[in-house]
T-cell receptor, first 112, second 114 residues
């Protein structure tokens, strides 16, 4: 059974700093991994999707990497801004499943 | 472009009452999903559909039923609500199997069962 873990549960950093969010998964048969953003009272917005054949994906100030051998993915946010404050969730899709397995998220606060 | 729309946004029920949550998408997506989100547990899949007229059980289907009579709509029903079903419910859709395409989420329905 796929398990996805995100540590820490909460993180506060000063504005302007670069930061890394971590995601660990147990099933090496993972096919892809997605990173989502969730604002309070809102649904999830897909940020980046990394296929298992890829090592990383980039969108603007965001860069996500995937290392299947170590069971880890990271989301790198460059030059953080207060508008980046949100909860970030990762979710993995493994062969044989028809579902995403979600982590419980990291609540990020950017301090102005 | 509305994307994924969920109604209602909030609801309070008494134990034993029934209700239906409606999800509508205007992106012509084949795949639709219902999740529940609980503190400390992440999102869990309740039921999903791979096309009009199809439904399948997810991770936590007990106590829920679904229907997909039209491609754009996916309904989640609670026949006899229980306090354990207090949660935030999210609907999502995707063009293809999520292995290839990202899922698009609605803003959620916050449901309290007293």
């Amino acid at each position: 059974k796929q398990e996805v873990t995100q540590i820490p549960a909460a993180l506060s950093v000063p504005e302007g700093e670069n930061l890394v969010l971590n995601c660990s998964f147990t099933d090496s048969a993972i096919y892809n991994l997605q990173w989502f953003r969730q604002d309070p009272g809102k649904g999830l917005t897909s940020l980046l999707l990394i296929q298992s054949s890829q090592r990383e994906q980039t969108s603007g100030r965001l860069n996500a990497s995937l290392d299947k051998s170590s069971g880890r993915s990271t989301l790198y946010i460059a030059a953080s801004q207060p508008g980046d404050s949100a909860t970030y969730l990762c979710a993995g899709w493994a062969f044989g499943n028809e579902k995403l397995t979600f982590g419980t998220g990291t609540r990020l606060t950017i301090i102005p | 472009n509305a994307g994924v729309t969920q109604t209602p946004k909030f609801r309070v029920l008494k134990t034993g009452q029934s209700m239906t949550l409606l999800c509508a998408q205007d992106m012509n997506h084949e795949y639709m999903y219902w999740y529940r989100q609980d503190p400390g547990m992440g999102l869990r899949l309740i039921h999903y559909s791979v096309g009009e007229g199809t439904t399948a059980k997810g991770e936590v289907p007990d106590g829920y039923n679904v229907s997909r009579l039209k491609k754009q709509n996916f309904l989640l029903g609670l026949e006899s609500a229980a306090p354990s079903q207090t949660s935030v419910y999210f609907c999502a859709s995707s063009r293809d199997r999520v292995s290839n395409q990202p899922q698009h989420f609605g803003d959620g329905t916050r449901l309290s069962i007293l």
